[in-house]
């Protein structure tokens, strides 16, 4: 027992300030992490109405998928709308013409979104920054006044109204309130979930060395056009389920799920909470929701109360709220360089992904 705790305490005595602060904030993550999801599990007992908590969970999700790809990835898209809206038809469409079971329906509009995010990606991953950007702002238009007219499968400018949400697993009835909130509680900590995990995975750890030093990244092998086209198709897949999600909460897909409004509300929400962080997109994102939902009284003075937030927080809060309050309390005060270094060979099953490193990976390797 005694060697027990003599060798815990020369660890910590010995541990570097990288390594405490890392602690710190794990720690910290791990108590809000807690915090949240029983605030989610007894929102609807504590006088949250289910309607707007579903709403602002569908688009923290859609805030989280985008952030992905901008604040790991340096990627930034003004096309997540096209991801989020395409998966919201399919998912109505389907359920409501095939009458598919709601599980099936999901799975399927997350699919059509990931194809979709293979097109998109292929065309704009070959351009770099502002570029990148007008691409895939292109695109989201393109399809937007194609579904305006495909009005076969859309509805045109009626959309797919009444969608049925079914029974999930032929067991659980949502139309009932309580079963259709928990079960968009749990898709969307699912979907935080894996988001978490790709971050913080082999795979999250070479999309970071690539945002912070690409030519670098080049140079050592790694296929870095094939590792942003995959974090393209993720962030994409995880919009969709998002638009599907919302297509059951609402039982309704309409043009304004592709509207590009959606892609720069979705960017204000990850700039407001913070970009590069777990959980600022979803902070960002009830605070836009809740922005939305009890000032809509205000009519159309409610998007100058939006542009009126953003910029006090880009000037105030240069890393958004959740970025101000690491800072405020010394939760995460190393840079991104320093705590993500560029890995210098691939894991044996991420290999797969990257293709094999040059043959000149270990000379350089042996030169760090």
């Given at each position: 027992?005694?060697?027990?705790?003599?060798?815990?305490?020369?660890?910590?005595?010995?541990?570097?300030?990288?390594?405490?602060?890392?602690?710190?904030?794990?720690?910290?993550?791990?108590?809000?992490?807690?915090?949240?999801?029983?605030?989610?599990?007894?929102?609807?007992?504590?006088?949250?109405?289910?309607?707007?908590?579903?709403?602002?969970?569908?688009?923290?999700?859609?805030?989280?998928?985008?952030?992905?790809?901008?604040?790991?990835?340096?990627?930034?898209?003004?096309?997540?709308?096209?991801?989020?809206?395409?998966?919201?038809?399919?998912?109505?469409?389907?359920?409501?013409?095939?009458?598919?079971?709601?599980?099936?329906?999901?799975?399927?509009?997350?699919?059509?979104?990931?194809?979709?995010?293979?097109?998109?990606?292929?065309?704009?991953?070959?351009?770099?920054?502002?570029?990148?950007?007008?691409?895939?702002?292109?695109?989201?238009?393109?399809?937007?006044?194609?579904?305006?007219?495909?009005?076969?499968?859309?509805?045109?400018?009626?959309?797919?109204?009444?969608?049925?949400?079914?029974?999930?697993?032929?067991?659980?009835?949502?139309?009932?309130?309580?079963?259709?909130?928990?079960?968009?509680?749990?898709?969307?900590?699912?979907?935080?979930?894996?988001?978490?995990?790709?971050?913080?995975?082999?795979?999250?750890?070479?999309?970071?060395?690539?945002?912070?030093?690409?030519?670098?990244?080049?140079?050592?092998?790694?296929?870095?056009?094939?590792?942003?086209?995959?974090?393209?198709?993720?962030?994409?897949?995880?919009?969709?389920?998002?638009?599907?999600?919302?297509?059951?909460?609402?039982?309704?897909?309409?043009?304004?799920?592709?509207?590009?409004?959606?892609?720069?509300?979705?960017?204000?929400?990850?700039?407001?909470?913070?970009?590069?962080?777990?959980?600022?997109?979803?902070?960002?994102?009830?605070?836009?929701?809740?922005?939305?939902?009890?000032?809509?009284?205000?009519?159309?003075?409610?998007?100058?109360?939006?542009?009126?937030?953003?910029?006090?927080?880009?000037?105030?809060?240069?890393?958004?709220?959740?970025?101000?309050v690491a800072d405020r309390f010394q939760i995460n005060s190393v840079p991104l360089a320093a705590a993500d270094p560029l890995p210098v060979a691939s894991p044996a099953g991420f290999r797969r992904v990257l293709s094999e490193p040059l043959t000149s990976l270990k000379d350089a390797s042996h030169h760090e």
């Open positions: 027992m005694m060697k027990l705790f003599t060798l815990s305490t020369l660890s910590k005595v010995g541990a570097s300030p990288s390594e405490l602060t890392e602690n710190r904030r794990r720690n910290a993550s791990m108590v809000l992490v807690g915090v949240l999801f029983l605030v989610g599990l007894i929102a609807p007992f504590i006088g949250l109405y289910p309607v707007f908590m579903m709403k602002a969970l569908c688009f923290a999700l859609l805030a989280a998928a985008f952030n992905l790809l901008f604040g790991y990835g340096g990627l930034l898209s003004f096309g997540h709308a096209s991801f989020f809206g395409t998966a919201a038809y399919v998912t109505g469409y389907t359920m409501k013409h095939w009458g598919i079971t709601p599980e099936v329906g999901i799975l399927t509009g997350t699919l059509a979104a990931a194809a979709l995010g293979v097109g998109f990606g292929w065309l704009s991953i070959r351009r770099q920054g502002i570029y990148f950007a007008m691409v895939t702002l292109a695109l989201a238009q393109m399809l937007y006044f194609f579904y305006l007219q495909f009005d076969g499968f859309t509805g045109g400018e009626d959309g797919i109204q009444a969608i049925p949400r079914g029974h999930l697993f032929g067991l659980i009835n949502l139309d009932h309130p309580l079963a259709m909130y928990y079960t968009v509680l749990a898709i969307c900590v699912g979907g935080f979930a894996l988001i978490y995990r790709i971050v913080h995975s082999p795979f999250g750890q070479v999309l970071k060395a690539i945002r912070e030093n690409e030519p670098r990244a080049i140079s050592l092998g790694y296929r870095v056009e094939r590792v942003k086209l995959l974090v393209f198709v993720l962030s994409a897949a995880l919009a969709g389920l998002a638009g599907a999600t919302k297509a059951l909460v609402f039982q309704l897909a309409t043009l304004n799920d592709v509207n590009w409004s959606v892609s720069g509300d979705v960017i204000l929400m990850t700039l407001v909470g913070g970009v590069g962080t777990l959980f600022g997109p979803i902070v960002g994102a009830f605070v836009l929701v809740i922005i939305s939902t009890y000032l809509a009284g205000f009519g159309s003075w409610v998007t100058m109360i939006e542009g009126a937030i953003f910029i006090i927080c880009v000037m105030s809060f240069r890393r958004g709220l959740c970025g101000w």
